[in-house]
């Protein structure tokens, strides 16, 4: 598709092929120099490590076109960050930070045509990965890798956009076992796969996951960390080492306390507690900050007293400085906005 046919006004969360992307292979353990490619098919090996044992992570962030017509990204740095964790725990070789910054600049310059314009609501999606790419049949790590970075422009990650959505409490486990639900990975999703699908056949938008051991505390949904507001004003995350960290959910706490004047608790939270919250939102690069309007559990239905026309007010002051500063509307924390 050329960027000329595309309705970026209603664009929802899809895969649209864009012109290039970057590639990079370890081998002998060493990166090689990487590359632009325009290719956006992989041919490998029936038993490349990926296949058999899901040795593969990734990565996203957005790029986003400014009032005055300059491409930024938010924070990429941490996304290399956090995917250097991502690989140690799944034995891959780190790809290094200041390369994942430049090769997501690269891709996103290549692809500058495909950078929604300021003011869609769009933006575009930049999905970084990796994997083990050579036959790997006894259970053993991968020798040789593939790093890869694509973009897609997106719209709002949930149908409606910032309408307030309805989720349940999944009797499913967010993340394979083990500590593994703090890394970016696809084995996480894969285990989420089945229960997001008995949770949009039910008719919900996502899952609100509980903590595998107790059933007690909040976790988050299939890709998206939690924010609470309570009757006081004060923003409430849930702690714990077994969600992924979101760059989101740190830079929303952040604003909160530095910018907004707000008290901020990042805190283990009883899914007792959640009744007596004043608002609910799921916060990441895909949802932004997508408000939710109500908790379904096993019938009890939870109501925020926002409704579920519109965001509470709190919810909405967050999205408005999040998403100002990363449309460079509102001056920015020092080394948040990368110019492209
Ligand atoms: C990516 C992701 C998030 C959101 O993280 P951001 O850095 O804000 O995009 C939350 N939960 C899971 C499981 C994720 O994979």
């Known amino acids: 598709m050329s960027n000329k046919e595309i309705d970026w006004s209603n664009l929802g969360f899809g895969y649209i092929k864009t012109d290039y992307r970057y590639v990079s292979r370890f081998k002998d353990g060493k990166w090689d120099d990487g590359a632009i490619i325009t290719d956006s098919d992989i041919v490998l090996n029936e038993c490349a490590c990926v296949f058999q044992y899901a040795q593969t992570c990734f990565e996203g962030l957005k790029a986003y076109k400014t009032e005055d017509g300059r491409i930024v990204c938010f924070r990429p740095d941490l996304n290399a960050q956090r995917m250097a964790d991502t690989a140690k725990r799944l034995v891959m070789p780190v790809f ?17 045509d495909f950078v929604p314009p300021y003011g869609t609501g769009a933006t575009l999606y930049i999905r970084p990965y990796m994997m083990g790419i050579n036959p790997v049949i006894g259970v053993k790590p991968a020798e040789e890798f593939e790093f890869r970075i694509f973009c897609t422009p997106v719209g709002p990650y949930f149908k409606g956009g910032a309408k307030p959505i309805t989720i349940k409490v999944s009797d499913y486990d967010r993340a394979a076992p083990h500590g593994t639900g703090n890394i970016k990975a696809g084995l996480n999703y894969a285990m ?3 229960p997001i699908t008995v949770a949009h056949e039910e008719g919900f938008a996502e899952n609100m996951y509980l903590d595998a051991a107790t059933r007690t505390k909040v976790e988050e949904t299939g890709g998206a960390n939690f924010i609470f507001i309570t009757k006081d004003g004060t923003l409430v995350t849930p702690k714990s080492d077994s969600i992924l960290p979101s760059i989101t959910r740190r830079s929303i706490c952040y604003v909160a306390e530095n910018i907004l004047g707000m008290k901020v608790e990042h805190r283990e939270v009883e899914f007792a507690e959640v009744k007596d919250f004043a608002e609910c939102g799921l916060c ?6 997508s408000p939710v309007g109500r908790i379904v559990d096993h019938g009890k239905e939870i109501n925020f007293p926002a409704g579920m026309d519109e965001m509470g007010p709190v919810t909405k002051k967050l999205y408005e400085t999040l998403t100002g500063i990363q449309q460079c509307k509102v001056e920015a924390p020092e080394g948040w906005i990368v110019e492209i």
Request: net charge neutral; charged share 25%.
């Open 96 to 112: 290094p930070e200041e390369r994942f910054v430049d090769a997501v600049k690269q891709v996103v310059k290549a692809n500058a």
């Open 192 to 194: 989420s796969l089945y």
């Open 284 to 289: 990441g690069t895909a949802a932004v900050i």
